[in-house]
């Protein structure tokens, strides 16, 4: 053995040394591999041990079971929020839009020959009387036309008052026999002609006056001023127009165009709210008359709604409507709860069969589908007139997804 080992150059202590160091390599994988085994073995140790919860009802607690299953199924059902509308008066709106304008629009022209304007007295927007002069035309030559009758009628009466003072004074000479009866009859004749003399010249100086005066433009009634057409230096005459525009009153009115079917439900008589176009003021007002006609154009009628002045309220512009046509006793609920089928049918579901708790809260129900007529839609919700009494429990929300005799969790609307 010495003469093995001396013939490859290692003696004995160098075998010994060399197999000890390869025994302190092998010790830490064989250390971590008996780790590695002992990890694995509690893991299955503890996968393979009972759950507390199972093993509480494996030793005695169905209760516990049974309650988590009921919690699980509730979970299942889908939670509605449900109302009962009862009933409610549904005032019936009928909108519309249209064209301010004066209610009663004069048209002012020249009712006389016409002539030279001098003045103007007003301007758009004046408030003037019944009578009141609104422009001026010249008349120098229309005055000294009335100063010559005038002139004429003071002749004519002079006349007339020697025709009367001679048959005064032969009827003084009849008795004595100076006169004859012949005389007192041309006197008289003479002196009746004088005075109807008298009567042709005052007519046609009165017949003068008055076409004078017609040469002032005047207004027709009290009224507002809208237009004014006419401006002083101007020649004017019966072929010239309209001169002016006035408002009778200066009341003012819109004309609202409305449906064929909307028309029907208005009447003479009901109040009306209007807003003119770029502005937020409401004006209260009320519909005089009613359209007796449609145009067949647009299938549409006018609806007139009188208003009292105001600056806001301008001829030529635009407004809307809200007329308040009526009203009516229904139930209302919120579009949401209103439901279509594929044939086009209204429908609601509504709870009936409700389980409760001790406390008297509902905790179960069963939708049940009910067929149902839809009327006008308000700013209020959708009008049923017919289908409820308003006294069922009408689901809300989340009718959309709910088949007939669904068990559901009810929730009260208003509460959480």
Known sequence: MNYEAGMFGRNGDQLALEGDYGRKRRWPWIV???????????????MRAPQPA????????PGAAAAGQKKGGNDQMPTVTY????????????????????????PVGVAGEGGQVTRVLVEPGSWVQAGQVLATVDRSVQSNTAESQAAQVRVARADATLAEADLKRAQSLVGRGFVSKADIDRKTATRDAAVARVRVAESQLNETRARNRRL???APAAGLVLTRAVEPGQI?????????????????????????????????GV?????????????????WQVSPVIDPQNRQGIARIQL???????????ASARIVAGGQQAVILPQSAVQTDEEGKNFVYILIDCQKNKKGELTQCSAQRKPVTT??????????????????????TAGAFLTPNQKVIPVKQGTK
């Open 32 to 46: 971590g591999i008996l780790l590695v085994v002992a990890i694995l073995a509690v893991a299955f140790v503890m």
């Open 54 to 61: 199972a093993k509480g009802a494996a030793k005695g607690a």
């Open 83 to 106: 109302a009962t509308p009862g009933i409610t008066n549904v005032e019936i709106v009928v909108t519309g839009t249209g064209t301010l304008a004066a209610k009663r629009e004069m």
């Open 216 to 218: 002032d433009i005047r």
């Open 375 to 396: 009327g006008d839609v308000s700013e209020q919700g959708v009008a049923i007139p017919a289908g409820l009494d308003g006294s069922e429990m009408v689901v809300l």
């Open 308 to 318: 009292s002045y105001n600056p806001a309220l301008r001829p030529g512009g635009f």
């Open 271 to 287: 109040g009306a709210q209007v807003t003119p176009v770029g502005g937020a003021q409401v004006f209260n007002g009320t519909v």
């Open 236 to 268: 004017i005459s019966a072929g010239s127009g309209v001169l002016f525009r006035i408002a009778a009153g200066g009341q003012m009115e819109l004309r609202a165009q409305l449906s064929e079917a909307d028309l029907q439900r208005v009447h003479s």
